[in-house]
C-alpha cells in the first residue's frame, strides 16, 4: 500500500524556493489501477518522484508498504517495491544493449543468473523487442525504448508500478496494446507474480483514464479531485477550469440518452 499524509513538496528556482506540492494526501490498496491526470506543471512527475523518494517532502510523509521515504535506509527496499518509469525513456536507458538493459536492474537485485535469463527472456518477448535483442537503445524508435524502459522495470518485479505518461511515444496501435497489457498486470491473470501490480499512471489522455478503477486530478500543485473516472468526467465545466478535457466520445454519448454511459464503458474507445 502506498500512502501519502499531508505532503508538500518546495524546489529551488533561479526565483528562488516554489511550491511544486500543496498538502497532498491519498493512498494507493495493493492492486488498485489509479490514474492521475493534471495540466502541464500541475505536479504530476514531482509527485511521482517523491513516491521512490527521489524527492523528498519537504513536510509531510509518503510511506511505500510502510516504509518511510525519509528513511534512507529503506530507499533500497522502497525502490525495489515500487518500479518508476520515466516520462523520457532515454532519462533511464543506461546499457549498450537492450538485453543488457532488461537484465541490468535483476543483477544489481542479485537475482540468480538461470532466473534472470528467464526473466530477460520473457520482457523480450512479451515487450516485443526480441529483434532488438543486441541493438542498442538510443537506436530505438520512442515507442520502442518506451517498450524497453517498462520492460526493464518491470523485470525487476515491483509490486507498485509508476509509469509517467506511458504512451505519449506511442502510436494508436502500439498505445491500444500497451493498455491491454496494464490491464493485465493489474488483473489477478498478472504473469510475473501471484500478487496483483499496483498501477498510477499518469497520462495526458482522458480516454486512458477512463480505463482506471479511480482518477486523481492535480492543479497548481494541490489534489483537487480523487473519484470514479466517470464522476470526474461528468464535471464538465471543473474540469475546463483546470485545463482538462472529458474524452469527446464520453460527452458525446453522456449527452445521448438513448446511449447510457454503462454502455460505452463497456467498450472503452482508444
Ligand atoms: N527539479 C526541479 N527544480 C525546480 N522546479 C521544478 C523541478 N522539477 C519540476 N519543477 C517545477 O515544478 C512544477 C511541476 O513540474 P512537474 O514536472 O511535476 O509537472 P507535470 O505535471 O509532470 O508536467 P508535464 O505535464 O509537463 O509533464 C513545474 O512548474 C516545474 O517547472
Ligand atoms: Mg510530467
Given at each position: 500500500m502506498i500512502s501519502v499524509r499531508n505532503l508538500t513538496l518546495d524546489l529551488q528556482t533561479h526565483e528562488g524556493s516554489r511550491?511544486?506540492?500543496?498538502d497532498i494526501s491519498l493512498e494507493l490498496a495493493d492492486g488498485e489501477f489509479v490514474a492521475l491526470m493534471g495540466a502541464n506543471g500541475s505536479g504530476k512527475t514531482s509527485l511521482a518522484r517523491c513516491l521512490n523518494g527521489i524527492y523528498l517532502p519537504t513536510s509531510g510523509e509518503v510511506n511505500v508498504d510502510g516504509l518511510d521515504t525519509r528513511d534512507a535506509k529503506a530507499l533500497p527496499e522502497i525502490r525495489r517495491r515500487l518500479g518508476l518509469v520515466f516520462q523520457n525513456p532515454d532519462d533511464q536507458i543506461v546499457a549498450p544493449a537492450v538485453e543488457r538493459e532488461i537484465a541490468f536492474g535483476p543483477e544489481n537485485l542479485g537475482v540468480p543468473r538461470p532466473e534472470m535469463r528467464r526473466r530477460v527472456e520473457a520482457m523480450l518477448k512479451l515487450f516485443r523487442l526480441e529483434a532488438y535483442?543486441?541493438?542498442?537503445?538510443?537506436?530505438?524508435s520512442g515507442g520502442e525504448k518506451q517498450r524497453l524502459a517498462l520492460a526493464a522495470v518491470m523485470a525487476m518485479q515491483p509490486r507498485h508500478l509508476v509509469f509517467d505518461e506511458?504512451?505519449?511515444?506511442?502510436d494508436y496501435e502500439s498505445r491500444c496494446q500497451l493498455l491491454e497489457l496494464m490491464a493485465q498486470l493489474v488483473a489477478?491473470?498478472?504473469?510475473?507474480?501471484v500478487q496483483p501490480l499496483t498501477l498510477l499512471m499518469i497520462t495526458q489522455f482522458a480516454e486512458e483514464a477512463l480505463f482506471a478503477q479511480r482518477l486523481l486530478v492535480l492543479d497548481h500543485g494541490r489534489l483537487v479531485m480523487n473519484s470514479l473516472p466517470r464522476e470526474i468526467f461528468m464535471r464538465v465545466d471543473a474540469l475546463q477550469q483546470i485545463g482538462l478535457h472529458p474524452p469527446i466520445e464520453f460527452l458525446a454519448h453522456h449527452e445521448?440518452?438513448?446511449?447510457p454511459i454503462e454502455d460505452f464503458l463497456l467498450t472503452p474507445i482508444l
Open positions: 511550491r511544486v506540492l500543496d535483442r543486441q541493438q542498442a537503445p538510443h537506436l530505438l506511458p504512451t505519449s511515444l506511442l489477478s491473470s498478472n504473469p510475473f507474480s445521448s440518452p438513448e446511449h
